[in-house]
């Protein structure tokens, strides 16, 4: 009698909101009568009814269910389950999580450092962040998590992924994972530490383990990777730029490969870099404000070529700034199409905040007002229609087979790692990173044609100097032509 009376109660309160939002709807300026034709009735939703179903079916489950039910574990699956049809980025944080969440979010906690999602049906890791315990385990992007400690990932949610894997620092924590191209299971043990991410990376490490930021010395072409974005990336790179403007630099590649996103913030102060104006990134949502965020001139480093490197595990922050840097031609964007993470979350407390709800309201936007994030139902084929990530620029896109692309992971964690006895270098240096290849390419097109220009306006300004010193030696004879005569005339007159 009292789960009736409790349900029924529910059925009122749904009641009395549909009440209160159909008031709402009957306060809202109606239109001046104006003679029309007579509309035919459209159908109208009654929430009741469906609530009503809910509702039921519950008190059914409850009621007959071969063994007893908490209710607050079907309210708690009901939810799920509502945003099971929305996106793996909103999820619902129960009481007995919420206190892990917070920690995450607030706090300094234990990991193994890599990026995950469940978007394509399975657990997966987008990337491993350089130099964090996971990285060094050989984990690479692409991998499919199978079991953590032995138990099945089949069906996980994104926040219990991350609630298993993080854990106290020097506590262990094993894997079984899928290479991508590859049947077989692998069993990876990885330690958790306290994760300290290095952010802007060079291509080689120098001797003394900081990094080389130059590629190609004859030409002063540089190359910065970026694994994350973090508080501190903006100002790091802003130290990477200014050690290679130091050596005059004429060309730069940006690697945003296989970098999961990070801070908004600090991707708006990224792109601010190299935009000295105009808009860089923008949010909008059905019940949401729009934002927007626009660069500012100081400190700005331009008057060079650059090319952004991505892939299809360029993710959020990382797509923010190749799409910033490609409306306002800033830079070509070369390799494949992006991830396709540009959503906003808001935490929103229930319960009077014994639990919330991270809810996704909003989405970026790229300068041209173009959408970044890939929506459920987004389809692969039709770049033109389908919009989401960021496409390459034309002629290039280069994108990599699973084999190769293993490959580029193995090649760049090896070239990560300082080896006094250079034991790794000439086995790293045998792989052919072809999609870097192209980006150089077009830094050196684009310096032959500053050089042929800047050769053409020497030959113009040493013809200008020719056609000068021609007009004046022709107007020091004129002027001696013309001295003669007066010379004599004036000595036929004495």
Same mark, same amino acid.
């Given at each position: 009698?009292?789960r009736?009376?409790?349900?029924?109660?529910?059925?009122?309160?749904?009641?009395?909101?549909?009440?209160?939002?159909?008031?709402?709807?009957? *306060?809202?300026?109606?239109?001046d009568?104006?003679?029309?034709?007579?509309e035919?009735?459209?159908?109208?939703?009654?929430?009741?009814?469906?609530?009503?179903v809910?509702?039921?079916t519950?008190?059914?489950?409850?009621?007959?269910?071969? $063994?007893?039910?908490?209710?607050?574990?079907?309210?708690?699956?009901?939810?799920?389950?509502?945003?099971?049809?929305?996106?793996?980025?909103?999820?619902?944080?129960?009481?007995?999580?919420?206190?892990?969440?917070?920690?995450?979010v607030?706090?300094?906690?234990?990991?193994i450092g890599?990026?995950?999602?469940?978007?394509?049906?399975?657990?997966?890791?987008?990337?491993?962040?350089?130099?964090t315990?996971?990285?060094?385990?050989?984990?690479?992007?692409?991998?499919?998590?199978?079991?953590?400690?032995?138990?099945?990932?089949?069906g996980? $949610?994104?926040?219990?992924?991350?609630?298993?894997?993080?854990g106290k620092?020097?506590?262990?924590?094993?894997?079984?994972?899928?290479h991508?191209?590859?049947?077989?299971?692998?069993e990876?043990?990885? +330690?958790?530490?306290?994760v300290?991410?290095? +952010?802007?990376?060079?291509?080689?490490?120098?001797?003394?383990?900081?990094?080389?930021?130059?590629?190609?010395?004859?030409?002063?072409?540089?190359?910065?990777?970026?694994?994350?974005?973090?508080?501190? +990336?903006?100002?790091?790179?802003?130290?990477?730029?200014?050690?290679?403007?130091?050596?005059?630099l004429?060309?730069?590649?940006?690697?945003?490969?296989?970098?999961?996103?990070?801070?908004?913030?600090?991707?708006?102060?990224?792109?601010d870099?190299?935009?000295?104006?105009?808009r860089?990134?923008?949010?909008?949502?059905?019940?949401?404000? *729009?934002?927007?965020?626009?660069?500012?001139?100081?400190?700005?480093?331009?008057?060079?070529?650059?090319?952004?490197?991505?892939?299809?595990?360029?993710?959020?922050?990382?797509?923010i700034?190749?799409?910033?840097?490609?409306?306002?031609?800033?830079?070509?964007?070369?390799?494949?199409?992006?991830?396709? $993470?540009?959503?906003?979350?808001?935490?929103?407390?229930?319960?009077?905040?014994?639990?919330?709800l991270?809810? +996704?309201?909003?989405?970026?936007?790229?300068?041209?007002?173009?959408?970044?994030?890939?929506?459920?139902g987004?389809?692969?084929?039709?770049e033109?229609?389908? *919009?989401w990530?960021?496409?390459?620029?034309?002629?290039?896109?280069?994108?990599?087979?699973?084999?190769?692309?293993?490959?580029?992971?193995e090649?760049?964690r090896?070239?990560?790692?300082?080896?006094?006895?250079?034991?790794?270098?000439?086995?790293?240096?045998?792989f052919v990173d072809?999609?870097?290849?192209?980006?150089?390419?077009?830094?050196?097109?684009?310096?032959?044609?500053?050089?042929?220009?800047?050769?053409k306006?020497?030959e113009?300004?040493?013809?200008?100097?020719?056609?000068?010193?021609?007009?004046?030696?022709?107007?020091?004879?004129?002027?001696?032509?013309?001295?003669?005569?007066?010379?004599?005339?004036?000595?036929?007159?004495q």
């Amino acid at each position: 009698m009292r789960r009736r009376m409790s349900i029924l109660l529910i059925l009122f309160l749904l009641g009395a909101i549909a009440a209160g939002t159909g008031a709402k709807e009957a *306060e809202s300026p109606k239109p001046d009568p104006a003679p029309r034709q007579k509309e035919s009735p459209k159908p109208k939703d009654d929430y009741y009814e469906f609530y009503k179903v809910l509702v039921d079916t519950m008190d059914q489950v409850e009621r007959n269910y071969v $063994k007893e039910v908490d209710r607050r574990e079907l309210l708690e699956a009901a939810i799920e389950g509502v945003l099971s049809k929305l996106d793996p980025y909103s999820t619902y944080i129960n009481p007995d999580e919420l206190d892990r969440f917070r920690t995450a979010v607030e706090s300094e906690f234990g990991g193994i450092g890599i990026q995950i999602s469940t978007q394509s049906g399975s657990l997966e890791i987008i990337s491993p962040l350089v130099g964090t315990p996971g990285y060094r385990a050989g984990l690479l992007s692409g991998d499919h998590i199978i079991e953590i400690d032995g138990v099945s990932t089949k069906g996980i $949610k994104l926040d219990e992924a991350v609630r298993r894997l993080k854990g106290k620092e020097g506590t262990k924590v094993t894997l079984t994972v899928v290479h991508r191209g590859s049947p077989e299971k692998h069993e990876i043990t990885v +330690t958790r530490e306290v994760v300290h991410i290095e +952010t802007v990376l060079g291509d080689r490490r120098k001797d003394d383990d900081s990094w080389n930021f130059t590629y190609d010395e004859d030409k002063n072409i540089g190359y910065i990777r970026l694994t994350a974005f973090s508080r501190d +990336t903006a100002d790091e790179l802003r130290k990477a730029l200014k050690e290679v403007t130091a050596d005059k630099l004429q060309g730069l590649v940006i690697d945003l490969r296989f970098n999961p996103g990070g801070l908004l913030g600090s991707a708006i102060e990224v792109s601010d870099l190299f935009v000295d104006k105009g808009r860089i990134v923008s949010t909008s949502g059905r019940n949401s404000p *729009e934002r927007t965020w626009d660069a500012k001139s100081k400190g700005s480093f331009t008057g060079f070529p650059m090319a952004v490197l991505v892939n299809r595990y360029s993710a959020s922050a990382s797509e923010i700034v190749s799409a910033c840097l490609q409306d306002h031609k800033r830079a070509v964007v070369v390799g494949e199409r992006t991830w396709g $993470k540009g959503s906003v979350q808001n935490v929103i407390e229930l319960e009077g905040g014994r639990s919330v709800l991270k809810l +996704t309201t909003a989405s970026y936007r790229r300068p041209s007002g173009k959408n970044i994030h890939r929506f459920r139902g987004s389809k692969d084929e039709d770049e033109d229609e389908d *919009e989401w990530g960021v496409v390459p620029d034309e002629d290039f896109t280069l994108k990599l087979g699973d084999g190769e692309l293993v490959k580029l992971m193995e090649a760049r964690r090896k070239h990560d790692i300082l080896r006094p006895d250079h034991s790794e270098t000439d086995e790293v240096d045998k792989f052919v990173d072809r999609q870097l290849e192209m980006a150089l390419r077009y830094i050196e097109s684009e310096l032959d044609k500053q050089d042929a220009k800047a050769d053409k306006s020497d030959e113009n300004d040493k013809n200008d100097k020719d056609d000068r010193d021609d007009m004046a030696e022709k107007n020091d004879t004129a002027a001696g032509k013309a001295a003669v005569p007066a010379e004599l005339s004036g000595s036929a007159s004495q």
